[in-house]
C-alpha cells in the first residue's frame, strides 16, 4: 500500500518515471527562459553599458599617458 491505495510496483515506478519527467521538463523551460533573459534587450543593454565604461576607461587612460608624455613623463 503505497500513499493510502493499494497499487502495484509497475504502477508506482511508471508515476515515478512520469514525475521524473516532468521535472526535467520544468529544469528544461527554465533554462530555455534564462537563455532568453540573457539575450534580451535588458541583459545586452547592461552589456553595451559595461562595454561603453570599458571604452571610456580606455579612453581615460590614453588621454592620461598623452598628457603624461607632453609633461615629459614616461610610464
Known amino acids: 500500500m503505497i500513499w493510502g491505495k493499494k497499487i502495484s510496483y509497475s504502477d508506482f515506478f511508471h508515476q515515478s518515471l512520469i514525475d521524473a519527467v516532468s521535472r526535467l521538463q520544468d529544469d528544461y523551460d527554465a533554462c530555455l527562459q534564462t537563455e532568453r533573459n540573457l539575450q534580451s534587450g535588458h541583459v545586452n543593454q ?30
Open 46 to 75: 547592461r552589456f553595451i553599458h559595461s562595454r561603453t565604461m570599458l571604452a571610456k576607461n580606455k579612453q581615460a587612460y590614453l588621454m592620461r599617458q598623452v598628457r603624461l608624455k607632453d609633461v615629459g613623463i614616461r610610464k
